[in-house]
């Protein structure tokens, strides 16, 4: 009873245990068994495996039968005979190493745009990760600023019972906590939107349970370098695969005018007669010009196209890397002034005006517009941390291979 017990619990076990706060485990989780890059890698081994046979002679043809029966089925003795024989078409050796390294360049392509995806799946899932930080600190922020307003509240209460304020400073405290409750719900629904970006990347239940996570309160560790696409960049390696691939098409295209050469052999036995053999030799007269011509110039089209596209490729992944590197910068700077500046400014005007306030020194909208500012200001805080993060994180997905 005990074995079938620890069977059905290690059923109902999820496939493997996520550690939500770290979120350099998010992401490797993320990549470790998505679907996407499980298919480009099926599908890298199999262009792996085409590069040996698309390089190698085809299979030999063999022949057996019967020729010059007569019709009434009767043997003519000079002519009627069993034939045996075999054929083999011998393609040029030029064709063959162009189909090999065409073969060969194609598995390079999907092996680099395997590459690309992975790094695309790693960002979207730290993207994710950062958003749904963002959220819970938000909110967190948002709930201890709620819990001074209960205190503005009930102060604003004590003052209105024994006549030192007006009861419309208790509703509008009230009011004011409304509104931070509507922020909270608003916060909610942002962090399950994150929730459902997330959960897919992983292959888990939309269902799952995610603890309350956190920013980090600083991300000075996390820096960017010049705003430089890589030589070796994964999207352009494979766009150079693609070009070289339309360099051997060509290459095969103008092999068209050296046709290969099909040599048959036929060994004839004959009852009566002394048997008879034939060796015959086939080759392509390439003298349709209208058949080849087009075809080259197809080719090279492709492979100009082919070339055109990488220095696309690089202009929209130096645009990407240009915006994370001002999106880093400004964030940087906004994080340093809100953090060294803004907020503790706010802070201490919404500490010493509730002081003076509970003690009469202070009017009751002096209260309510230093705990709005005070909330603003870190919120701000906040969504420039989210930003200095994932401006970063673009960045380095786009220098590790993301497309933009």
């Known amino acids: 009873m005990f074995r079938y017990l620890l069977l059905a619990l290690a059923l109902a076990a999820p496939a493997f245990a996520v550690d939500w706060r770290d979120r350099d485990a998010v992401v490797a989780a993320a990549a470790q068994n998505h679907p996407t890059l499980t298919r480009l890698r099926t599908e890298a081994e199999a262009a792996r495996e085409r590069v040996q046979s698309a390089g190698a002679l085809p299979n030999p043809m063999v022949m057996a039968g019967v020729q010059d029966k007569q019709v009434d089925l009767r043997d003519d003795e000079m002519m009627t005979m069993i034939m045996v024989g075999a054929s083999q078409t011998f393609v040029r050796k030029a064709k063959r190493d162009a189909r090999r390294e065409s073969a060969n360049l194609e598995a390079v392509a999907l092996e680099r745009e395997l590459d690309a995806a992975r790094a695309e799946i790693e960002r979207d899932a730290l993207l994710a990760w950062y958003d749904l930080a963002a959220a819970d600190s938000q909110w967190r922020a948002t709930e201890q600023v709620r819990e001074a307003v209960e205190a503005i509240v009930a102060a604003a209460r004590v003052r209105y019972e024994v006549g030192g ?9 009230q009011l004011q906590q409304s509104g931070l409750d509507q922020q909270l719900l608003a916060l ?30 600083t991300t ?25 691939r339309a360099e051997e098409q060509l290459r095969l295209v103008r092999l068209i005018e050296s046709p290969d050469i099909d040599v048959e052999a036929q060994y004839g036995i004959r009852k009566t007669q002394t048997d008879v053999f034939s060796v015959v030799a086939r080759i392509e007269l390439p003298i349709r010009r209208e058949q080849i011509e087009p075809q080259v110039r197809e080719a090279i089209l492709l492979r100009d196209a082919a070339r055109t596209r990488i220095d696309e490729v690089r202009r929209e992944l130096l645009r990407a890397l240009g915006e994370a590197v001002a999106e880093h910068d400004e964030s940087e700077e906004q994080l340093r002034f809100h953090r060294d500046v803004l907020v503790p400014q706010a802070r201490l005007a919404f500490e010493s005006t509730l002081a003076a306030y509970q003690s ?23 969504e420039f941390l989210l930003r200095h993060a994932q401006a970063v994180a673009r960045y380095q997905a786009l220098r590790e291979g993301a497309r933009a």
């Open 188 to 217: 909610n629904g942002r962090r399950r939107a994150a929730i459902a970006r997330l959960l897919p990347l992983l292959g888990l239940p939309m269902d799952t349970d995610i603890p309350r996570l956190e920013l980090p309160e």
């Open 360 to 382: 009469g020194g202070a009017s009751f909208d002096a209260v309510l517009t230093t705990e709005s500012e005070l909330l603003r200001l870190q919120l701000q805080y906040y």
């Open 220 to 244: 000075a560790a996390l820096t960017v370098g010049p705003p430089v696409v890589p030589d070796n960049h994964p999207a352009l390696a494979a766009l150079d695969a693609e070009i070289a």
């Open 165 to 173: 304020a007006a009861q419309s400073d208790v509703i509008r405290a």
